[in-house]
């Protein structure tokens, strides 16, 4: 089944814990982006990648890295998590070429 | 910068009804127009995708509509059922496909 896989789907933690979220999706699509997702928001940008090794800033990249060595995989991580980084993040991938997105399940992040 | 805004944030209806959810933007230099549904726990699904060049789509009981020069969107959901219920997200793709901008949703509950 196609599809895009995220993990953890619930995280809690404390500032300045680094933590990783992955995701991974088994379609062989070249783009993947990061968004978050905030009450009264809508989802925003936070990285995405055309390809493997090639990276660049959304609108909200700050307290953000990401990393693509994989095609398959585009983890997002957190240095130093702080509690305005409590959200909820979406994955999301799509071919080069086509304007369709597949979007993860979501992981919800409390950062205490 | 581009802005998208969904009204109304809440929407209660009864079973049956149809039904027209608004979504507006403020720059008209668009690729394209989506639709997605939002479950809880279940990510974002693509219900239509409308061309800066089109007017309409239509799946099924629902149909989309764009006025570009407007800044407009408009989503009907015809004989709506309580299956119908959850969030509705309004984006716009800018950025040679490397963005969408979404709107924060609105949120239906259809009764029996």
């Known amino acids: 089944e196609a599809q895009v896989t995220q993990n953890p789907r619930y995280l809690i933690t404390v500032t300045g814990k680094k933590l990783t979220v992955t995701c991974s999706q088994n379609?062989?699509?070249?783009?993947m982006s990061w968004y978050r997702q905030d009450p009264g928001l809508g989802l925003r940008q936070i990285y995405y990648?055309?390809?493997?090794?090639?990276?660049d800033k959304g609108d909200v990249p700050e307290g953000y890295k990401v990393s693509r060595k994989e095609k398959r995989n585009f983890p997002l991580i957190l240095e130093s998590p702080s509690p305005n980084q409590t959200s909820l993040y979406f994955c999301?991938?799509?071919?080069?070429?086509?304007?369709?997105?597949?979007f993860g399940s979501g992981t919800q992040l409390s950062v205490l | 910068k581009q802005e998208v805004t969904q009204i109304p944030a809440a929407l209660s209806v009864p079973e049956g009804e149809n039904l027209v959810l608004n979504c507006s933007f403020t720059?008209?230099?668009?690729?394209?127009l989506q639709w997605f549904r939002q479950d809880p726990g279940k990510g974002l699904t693509s219900l239509l995708l409308?061309?800066?060049?089109?007017r309409e789509q239509t799946s099924g009981r629902l149909n989309a509509s764009l006025d570009k020069s407007s800044g407009r969107s408009t989503l009907y959901i015809a004989a709506s059922q309580p299956g119908d219920s959850a969030t509705y997200l309004c984006?716009?793709?800018?950025?040679?496909?490397?963005?969408?901008?979404f709107g924060a949703g609105t949120r239906l509950a259809v009764h029996p």
């Open positions: 984006a716009v793709m800018v950025g040679g496909y490397n963005k969408l901008i």
């Open positions: 990648s055309m390809n493997v090794e090639v990276t």
């Open positions: 379609m062989n699509h070249e783009y």
């Open positions: 720059d008209s230099a668009i690729y394209n």
């Open positions: 409308i061309q800066s060049s089109q």
């Open positions: 999301a991938s799509r071919q080069t070429g086509s304007e369709k997105l597949f």
